[in-house]
């Protein structure tokens, strides 16, 4: 990032990069392959010898397989509802986690979240399975009415409230949570690469500027912690707003 003494930033080009040499996938598919097998990987041996006093691998599973499922599945759902949805929740939490949080590892530095095809792909089985719940609850003219028209709109304000409540619920849903991801992972990889870029150019400057090398540093290792916090937080909103929509799907009217 810096060469013959001048600095250049980050580019959106960091998220559009060339297939990788003999292989019909770029780095950032890589990434997300890699991200994967490793979620699968820690699930299949921390799961496979199971016993009744957890060590500590298991412990930590459990810990997070319980998070999943008394802090989103349960609270939102209720224990009927939520025991039907914490399968799909938990995948959808680790995974989305799993592919944030390689954004600040060594040699990765990019999370697979960043490029729009991966949270496109999240907001499209949250979009269709909160459908499917509030159709398999109510049928399909029922779920339809209950979306559309909340109980309690005078009878003049109904066309104009069904249209608000179709962009609201059929259309902005799904943007709201394929972007909001997106947006975070981006902005975050552009923060640390601009800190360590800055770092890169301070220290090759051999000029008054080097001693800002000091700083630029560590301001990057604080934004991968705070980055770390983000990979959950993003992870965990993702998924709490899949449950509060499949709870709204299947309320009796709201």
Avoid: C
């Avoid at 039907?84 to 954004?103: C, D």
């Amino acid at each position: 990032m810096a060469a013959a003494n001048e600095f250049h930033p980050p580019s959106i080009t960091d998220f559009f990069p060339e297939m990788l040499a003999g292989l019909p996938i770029t780095r950032i598919n890589l990434v997300q392959i890699l991200a994967t097998l490793v979620l699968v990987l820690i699930l299949v041996l921390g799961t496979r010898r199971m016993t009744v006093v957890p060590g500590r691998f298991q412990s930590v599973l459990e810990f997070g397989f319980g998070f999943v499922r008394e802090n989103i599945a349960y609270e939102l759902l209720g224990r009927k509802d939520g025991a039907r949805f914490v399968p799909l929740l938990t995948a959808m939490f680790f995974s989305i986690f799993f592919l944030n949080i390689t954004g600040i590892i060594p040699f990765l530095n990019i999370a697979g979240t960043s490029v729009i095809g991966a949270p496109l792909v999240f907001a499209v089985v949250a979009y269709v399975t909160f459908i499917y719940a509030g159709i398999k609850r109510h049928g399909v003219f029922r779920f339809l009415r209950n979306s559309l028209v909340p109980g309690g709109v005078p009878i003049p304000l109904i066309p104009l409230i069904a249209i608000v409540e179709l962009i609201s619920t059929f259309i902005a849903r799904p943007a709201s949570l394929t972007l909001r991801l997106l947006m975070n992972m981006m902005v975050g990889h552009f923060m640390l690469v601009l800190f360590f870029s800055a770092t890169h150019f301070f220290l090759l400057s051999a000029s008054w500027m080097t001693p800002l090398a000091v700083g630029t540093l560590g301001l990057g290792f604080a934004f991968m912690l705070f980055e770390a916090f983000v990979a959950f937080l993003q992870a965990y909103v993702f998924t709490i707003l899949t449950a509060v929509y499949i709870q709204l799907a299947v309320a009796e009217e709201h």
